[in-house]
């Protein structure tokens, strides 16, 4: 009985993982994002699962990827010395997401601010099937700012 039992969760655990996957994944894809705090830069962000299983968000286009004289504009403020010729359109601008099965949000990350290269905590739940909601904030949740990022793909 015990043998049959065993069999049954190693035939069904593949399976239950596939879904574990499929629903931290749903997050994966690419976002249009307006930055209506700041600049009002309008970019694309891919995100994706990372090597370690958490989630990373990269810019992948801007719409003014170049400085007023034509030059492209680099990660400048970057804390990181060797990051800082990196083209803002290809920054990484969020680390480490873990999904959070029972609240069904990536939490305990980190967003980046490339207008003055700080990192603050983050996390992001979906508010419909095509708006992510995005909150970065410093210490507790409630000093912070909040993002709305639209799924195009």
């Keep these: 009985m015990i043998e049959l039992l065993l ?3 190693l035939m069904f655990l593949p399976v239950i ?19 209506k ?6 970019c694309k962000v891919r995100i994706y699962r990372n090597a370690q299983g958490t989630y990373d968000a990269q810019v992948v286009w801007m719409n003014h990827p170049n400085n007023p004289d034509g ?8 804390p990181n010395p ?18 959070n099965k029972n609240e069904k949000e990536w939490q305990n990350g ?8 700080r990192f603050y905590r983050s996390y992001m739940r979906f508010e419909n099937d095509s708006t992510l909601r995005v909150r970065g904030y410093w210490g507790v949740s409630m000093f912070g700012l909040t993002m ?6």
């Excluded at 705090?37 to 309008?42: A, D, L, Y």
């Excluded at 030059?71 to 970057?78: E, G, L, Y």
């Excluded at 060797?82 to 999904?99: E, F, G, I, T």
Aim: with cysteine.
């Design 82 to 99: 060797a990051l800082r010729n990196v083209p803002c359109d290809s920054v990484v601008m969020m680390r480490h997401l873990a999904y």
């Design 71 to 78: 030059t492209r504009r680099r990660d400048v403020n970057n």
């Design 110 to 117: 980190e967003v980046y601010n490339p207008q003055n290269g």
């Design 148 to 153: 709305y990022w639209d799924k195009i793909e």
């Design 17 to 35: 993982t596939a879904f574990a996957d499929t629903e931290a994944d749903k997050i994966c894809g690419l976002y249009y994002v307006v930055d």
């Design 37 to 42: 705090f700041t600049s009002g830069e309008q």
């Design 7 to 9: 069999i049954c969760i």
